[in-house]
Nanobody
Framework: QLQLVESGGGLVQPGGSLRLSCAASGFSRPFSASWFRQAPGKELEGVSCISTSGLDTNYAGSVKGRFTISRHSANNTVYLQMNSVKPEDTAVYYC??????????????????????WGQGTQVTVSS
């Protein structure tokens, strides 16, 4: 079973940058993935998603133009580059992947109900 491990969270000042990583533990096949986040007292929110090939991506409106999702095939890792961060980006960020060999969920790629494999989450705090 695919196990996802997130890293890269931390404290960053408004306007700063941070890069999150999502590595597949013990799994060499490329996987489609999404980043979700959950702020205190709020529901889980889809942030960005990427296909197995890396050619298809999608972003939530709140992060479009500031965040970039990418993947590195050599180490089977998905990244989320966060630029121009804002205090409202503060949340626990989770990496997730759907069950089975699904290369791209298309319009459903930010739907939390489509995902089966989840990482443990990494905290991102944006504060001065």
């Amino acid at each position: 079973q695919l196990q996802l491990v997130e890293s890269g969270g931390g404290l960053v000042q408004p306007g700063g940058s941070l890069r999150l990583s999502c590595a597949a533990s013990g799994f060499s096949r490329p996987f489609s993935a999404s980043w979700f986040r959950q702020a205190p007292g709020k529901e889980l929110e889809g942030v960005s998603c990427i296909s197995t090939s890396g050619l298809d991506t999608n972003y939530a409106g709140s992060v479009k133009g500031r965040f970039t999702i990418s993947r590195h095939s050599a180490n089977n890792t998905v990244y989320l580059q966060m630029n121009s961060v804002k205090p409202e980006d503060t949340a626990v960020y989770y990496c997730a992947s759907p069950a089975g060999r699904i290369d791209w969920l298309g319009q459903y790629c930010l739907d939390v109900n489509r995902y089966y494999n989840w990482g443990q989450g990494t905290q991102v705090t944006v504060s001065s």
